[in-house]
């Protein structure tokens, strides 16, 4: 999904013998803010994002670098943004939405249009419960990870979430032995070669990566029999998915926003966008609640919200469900070289001197066996810094 009729007409060049890949060509753009603003009732650094709409031709988002941002509330308090890349503006200040004030967003674009929020005001809070179940979901056995609001939430009707999750990598061949080559003699078509031992570090054994929600997750209360949230599904994985493998956590954070927010981001899903909701992914054009000064008619992607939050996180792994022990990220089948082998020889020397594709594990130096360098070393594909919150 990229962008719809409203923005661009697309000229599909298909060849129909299905032997060539068709190819999408932009016939017709225009160049439109796109915004993606929430400001929470937590004291905090906030956060703003700029971008414009970019041509089918183009796979990377084109970035609004030299905006001037700020927002104002009904109090006549004015809060400045500044870039700090990547289509991000923050906060200059820490601050928060509170109750009984409304706020505007405003933005003069680079170009030095102007463009103007709708009044927005802070939507109540509600609480929540983060919990997680296994569950069989179409034939797929996994754990479920739920959210339910508090009873009788008074006028917080609509409910959007986003997720961050954390799952810790131990490297399953780690070795603390390494063999690095020395005494290295060349021949006109040969090597030859001793080994030295040495110590491998412990600090790629051990890593933790992080994965953020790429999808739209919408509720409301409107047309429940009851007053709450209850078994609202968040995220599911599967009983073999490595996450699982050793612990794993999940962040959960719930935004209580206004109907008209709500509106928007069911268009915005109903379009199939995921990723970052806008930079990323552009979706067709969607009124929302951004306007320019000059033109009311003016094209703007994106709202300008005010939410609640409340946050949650909890951990788990594949033990507290009694699931199998899952399968590492990847294969770590062990190759085993004979030095004996001019052609062998060359590629053990080659692995042993750029362990990047494949590490050695045991073996010595006339028979060394080597597995996929991130069956070794973590690091390859994670990050051994441990997180501040992390609980073991």
């Avoid at 999808?215 to 209360?221: H, N, R």
């Amino acid at each position: 999904m990229r962008l719809n009729k409203h923005i661009f007409l697309l000229v599909l060049v298909v060849n129909f013998s299905c032997t060539e890949p068709f190819n999408l060509v932009t016939e017709s753009f225009e160049d439109t803010l796109v915004v993606e603003a929430t400001i929470t009732d937590e004291l905090k650094t906030q956060k703003i994002k700029i971008s414009r709409t970019y041509r089918l031709e183009n796979d990377t988002p084109v970035l609004e670098e030299k905006a001037k941002v700020k927002i104002v509330d009904s109090n006549n308090n004015e809060y400045d943004f500044r870039y700090e890349g990547s289509g991000i503006y923050n906060s200059i200040q820490e601050f928060q939405a509170v109750e009984g004030v409304s706020y505007k967003l405003f933005i003069t674009a680079s170009d030095g249009k102007e463009y103007i929020s709708d009044e927005e005001s802070l939507a109540p809070k509600a609480e929540m419960d983060l919990y997680v179940e296994a569950i069989n979901a179409n034939g797929t056995t996994g754990a479920q990870v739920f959210v339910n609001t508090n009873d009788n939430l008074g006028d917080a009707n609509y409910f959007r979430y986003e997720y961050e999750e954390t799952y810790k990598v131990v490297a399953p061949l780690f070795t603390t032995n390494n063999i690095i080559p020395v005494n290295v003699v060349y021949t006109e078509y040969d090597i030859h070669f001793d080994t030295l031992d040495v110590l491998r570090s412990r600090d790629k054994q051990v890593c933790y990566s992080t994965k953020y929600s790429n999808q739209i997750l919408i509720t409301s209360v409107n047309g429940l029999s009851e007053d709450k949230i209850s078994r609202f599904p968040i995220r599911f994985l599967s009983s073999e998915t490595a996450f699982l493998r050793e612990r794993y956590s999940i962040l959960v954070r719930q935004y209580v926003q206004s109907a008209n927010a709500n509106n928007f981001y069911k268009i915005l899903k109903e379009l199939g966008s995921d990723g970052s909701l806008l930079i990323d992914n552009q979706p067709g054009f969607i009124r929302g609640n951004i306007f320019s000064k000059e033109n009311r008619k003016e094209k703007i992607v994106g709202f300008f919200d005010v939410s609640s939050v409340t946050s949650k996180r909890i951990y788990f792994n594949y033990k507290d469900f009694d699931f199998d022990y899952p399968f590492y990220f990847f294969r770590c089948d062990e190759i085993t070289l004979n030095y004996g082998k001019m052609e062998e020889r060359f590629r053990m020397f080659k692995w042993l001197n750029s362990p990047s594709a494949y590490m050695y594990v045991s073996g010595g130096k006339f028979s060394p066996r080597f597995v996929s360098s991130k069956c070794v070393d973590c690091t390859t594909f994670s990050s051994n810094i441990k997180p501040e919150f992390w609980e073991d």
